[in-house]
């Protein structure tokens, strides 16, 4: 019964902001957007930045299950503050930017955790591997220069070496771990 009254929650604030079409497609504010990866080099934590990242999402406020993601992550555009570990990150044992230039999200469908928790299900790629990805995200709607918008904020852990990310020497996970989180604070207007 809670999960229904959520169900309800969301779907009536969704109809509300997308009356009177059926479904609401929303581009990503990459003025407003950050989206970084957090990982640990010698035992060291860094971060770094995804910029320029677009994104569009569809979600139809009847159906909240049924949503649509398409994410482009433009790796040449990645920011750290080290150009020497820039250069790392877009040589071919890393990223291998001259081959794979992006890497993307697509997802097709949702699962309603709570009235603004959910689950998006789908496939992340980055250089020649796509593996399936559960993307849990926190959606609240807000208003942005006097228009709605939404606000979703994520944490998922994904492992690089499952993504070629880490040939030769970075393969070795004894430096930098397997693990790198991806950390997601954007804002999307309705298109």
Request: with cysteine.
């Amino acid at each position: 019964m809670r999960k229904l009254s959520h169900y309800l929650m969301l779907a009536s604030t969704l109809l509300f902001v997308t009356a009177p079409t059926q479904a609401a497609m929303w581009e990503l504010d990459p003025g407003q957007s950050l989206v970084y990866f957090k990982y640990s080099y010698g035992g060291e934590p860094f971060q770094g930045e995804f910029r320029n990242v677009q994104a569009t999402f569809d979600i139809d406020p009847m159906r909240p299950s049924s949503c649509e993601f398409q994410v482009t992550i433009p790796i040449e555009d990645v920011y750290v503050d080290s150009p020497e570990v820039k250069d790392y990150l877009l040589d071919y044992e890393l990223f291998d930017v001259d081959t794979w230039p992006t890497a993307s999200f697509t997802a097709e469908n949702c699962s309603v955790q709570s009235a603004d928790t959910f689950v998006a299900d789908g496939t992340l790629t980055i250089r020649d591997q796509t593996h399936p990805l559960s993307f849990p995200f926190n959606l609240t709607m807000e208003t942005c220069d006097g228009q709605v918008c939404f606000h979703m904020t994520s944490e998922v852990t994904i492992q690089r070496l499952e993504y070629g990310v880490g040939q030769g020497y970075w393969a070795n996970t004894a430096e930098v771990p397997n693990e790198v989180a991806i950390e997601v604070d954007v804002y999307a207007m309705q298109k």
